[in-house]
């Protein structure tokens, strides 16, 4: 079947400092993979996706690779801001079922001042 | 543009009350997505819309869930009876094309608490 598996939050962090938001995924085929964020209040907005191993995306500061060989799609950023604190969700959207999207858990991220 | 609109925002009613929530998509979008986030099961597809018509409704619940898509501009999401197990925040999602490569746009959300 098709899982996101993504690291327990919450995950709090001071600003400036880096992160790592672990996802690995199980799929039939190779799927595109999607990070979204939701922000307090909110509806979920795409963050990044990529399409292919080895792809990387990036938005924001914000970067994830598509990494075939290990089924993972971390989300890495150089220096959060309290403005990132959210909730952070990895997705992947399998091919042979068109638009739809299976979601990680999520994972809370705090940025403390 | 406006983006998805859901009403209501906030939904309280009583269990065994019809609950009726409401989405319109970003326009000129042809699918359209229902969500439901709760704590226990995170974020969970409903079902799904292309061009107004259903093409996955594997998520649904159960009986008492219920979806329409009368025209491009309108969906509803039904729950009739209403349970308390069916309190979450319930997420409606447009998107334009087809393929996995197409970015879903979310709505704000209708929290629904049933006592």
């Known amino acids: 079947g098709n899982s996101v598996t993504q690291m327990e939050g919450p995950v709090t962090l001071s600003e400036e400092a880096f992160l790592t938001i672990n996802c690995t995924y199980t799929a039939t085929g190779y799927p595109s993979l999607f990070w979204y964020v939701q922000y307090p209040g909110e509806g979920l907005q795409l963050l990044l996706k990529a399409t292919k191993a080895d792809d990387k995306g990036s938005n924001k500061g914000f970067e994830a690779t598509y990494r075939k060989e290990t089924t993972s799609f971390h989300l890495e950023k150089g220096s959060v801001q309290v403005s990132d604190s959210a909730v952070y969700f990895c997705a992947l959207s399998p091919r042979e079922y068109g638009n739809k999207l299976v979601f990680g858990a999520g994972t809370i991220l705090r940025v403390k001042s | 543009d406006a983006g998805v609109i859901q009403s209501p925002r906030h939904e309280v009613t009583e269990m065994g009350q019809e609950v009726t929530l409401r989405c319109k998509p970003i326009s000129g979008h042809d699918y359209l997505f229902w969500y439901r986030q709760t704590m226990m099961r995170g974020l969970e597809l409903l079902i799904y819309?292309?061009?107004?018509?259903?093409?996955?409704d594997s998520g649904m619940p159960e009986d008492r869930f219920s979806a329409k898509m009368p025209n491009a501009s309108f969906s509803t999401l039904k729950i009739q009876p209403s349970e308390p197990r069916d309190s979450a925040v319930y997420f409606c999602a447009s998107s334009f094309g087809q393929g996995a490569l197409e970015t879903q746009y979310f709505g704000p959300g209708t929290r629904l608490l049933v006592l």
């Open positions: 819309f292309n061009n107004n018509v259903p093409i996955d």
